[in-house]
């Protein structure tokens, strides 16, 4: 029996404004905001939060943010907080992007505190880990995702983990075309399970979500979606339209 939920979340990055994402979330409700059996997080800029949250109020879809500051409150010009996200009822938060480590600076250090800092604060965070080019073609690839895993998560507890969700972003898949082939990414999938049942403990790690992050479309999802520590998606551009972001949505479901 599978332990995990399929789970489908966008990561709209800096698109949609409050009105573009009302209006694309009520395209999803009408067709997908009853589904129980996949999980479904859409993930909004802050701005949008409000709208989209209240689009999707009644709906088995759930809320996530891109990014949050870990101190709940203070001098920190232009950043959002966990108590902030949380008043606007959102249960999900995006860190370690590879977009915020290599374009924001952010380090392994930086991301744990914000990890600890949604945990804290009841949020789940969708923690991301992945490669660059370079360090796949120099081959080490599980090297530099071991090393951004323990280091992201230093601190949370076995407890704390039951609501960590993981996600694997190849950086040289991530809005290329290029997605990584189901081997290398089942690969990755199943070290990370590997790495997470060593912090852990294996029932622990067992329920875990490791979503795939990359170039997933509507025509590679299910083959990904069929592999065993595949237990989801984070789509990007896919995300951005109703149509494609519902067929994914049915690929979750037809591979549960
Ligand atoms: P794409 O689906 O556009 O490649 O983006 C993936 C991603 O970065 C999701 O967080």
């Known amino acids: 029996m599978n332990l995990r939920k399929k789970l489908i979340a966008g990561n709209w ?41 209240r689009a999707l109020e009644g709906s088995t879809v759930k809320l996530g943010a891109q990014n949050l500051h870990p101190e709940a409150s203070g001098a920190f010009t232009g950043e959002i907080s966990a108590p902030m996200l949380r008043a606007l009822f959102t249960t999900h938060v995006i860190l370690g992007h590879s977009e ?71 950086v040289w898949a991530i809005g290329t075309g290029k997605v990584a082939t189901t081997d290398q990414a089942q690969e990755v999938h199943a070290f990370i399970r590997g790495l997470l049942t060593n912090l852990f403990t294996e029932p622990v790690a067992q329920r875990i979500r490791i979503l795939y992050g990359g170039s997933m479309k509507p025509a590679n999802a299910p083959e990904l979606l069929a592999q065993k520590d595949i237990d989801g998606g984070l789509i990007g551009g896919a995300s951005l339209e109703a149509r494609s972001f519902v067929e994914l949505v049915k690929a979750a479901v037809a591979a549960k």
């Open 13 to 53: 990055k800096m698109n949609k404004t409050p009105a573009d994402g009302a209006a694309l979330v009520a395209e999803l409700v009408a067709t997908v905001g009853k589904l129980t059996d996949v999980d479904i997080v859409v993930c909004p800029p802050f701005v949008a939060l409000e709208s989209v949250g």
């Open 100 to 170: 915020r480590r290599s374009l924001f600076g952010e380090t392994d250090a930086f991301i744990n505190l914000k990890v600890l800092a949604a945990m804290k604060n009841q949020l789940r965070p969708i923690f991301c880990v992945g490669e660059s080019l370079a360090e796949r073609e120099a081959g080490a690839t599980l090297k530099v995702v071991q090393t951004q895993l323990e280091a992201g998560l230093e601190g949370v507890s076995k407890e704390q983990a039951a609501g960590l969700i993981v996600a694997y972003e190849p």
